[in-house]
Each structure stands twice: as C-alpha cells, then as structure tokens.
C-alpha cells in the first residue's frame, strides 16, 4: 500500500454564537490560524470558536463531497447526532 503524500480534511468548527462552521482544507494547522486571526470573512465576528471534529481523506474530491453534504439538511442531523 502506497502512504499517500497528502491529506484533505473537511473540519467543524463551534463558534461563539453556537452555530457550527464547516470547512475544507489541505493544512489544517494554517487553516485554524487564518480562522484565529480573523482572515476568514464567515467566522471573523463568531470568535472565539472551537474546533469539535475533522476528518482527513487522501481524495480530494471525497472530502468535497463530505464537505458538501455536512452542510446539507441531512448532513446537519448526522453531525449533530454522530459528531458532537
């Protein structure tokens, strides 16, 4: 099995207001920073946040899709019975 050389990961984020925040990312770690220091226009004013699950994925067009359905209705009800 070949160890794949990079990673997607789709995250949650809870934000100060109580709503929930999904993003998609190659670098977790400078993603979270950009999101600390205020850089993302969506989550600025809901600081400070938590950061509650993330899931990493070797296919890029996977993790999109992931990313796409937890912010559907029903990717809604399965995050918040399954995630939190």
């Not at 990961?9 to 929930?20: A, G, I, Q």
């Not at 999109?64 to 937890?70: D, G, P, R, T, W």
């Amino acid at each position: 099995m070949e160890i794949p050389k990079s990673f997607w990961t789709v995250y949650v984020l809870k934000l100060s207001n109580n709503k929930y925040y999904v993003g998609f990312t190659s670098h977790l770690g400078g993603r979270l920073q950009e999101h600390k220091k205020g850089s993302v226009n969506s989550t600025k004013i809901y600081r400070p946040f938590e950061l509650v699950s993330w899931f990493n994925f070797t296919d890029k067009y996977v993790a999109l899709k992931f990313e796409k359905y937890l912010k559907s209705g029903s990717g809604h009800a399965f995050r918040n019975k399954r995630l939190l």
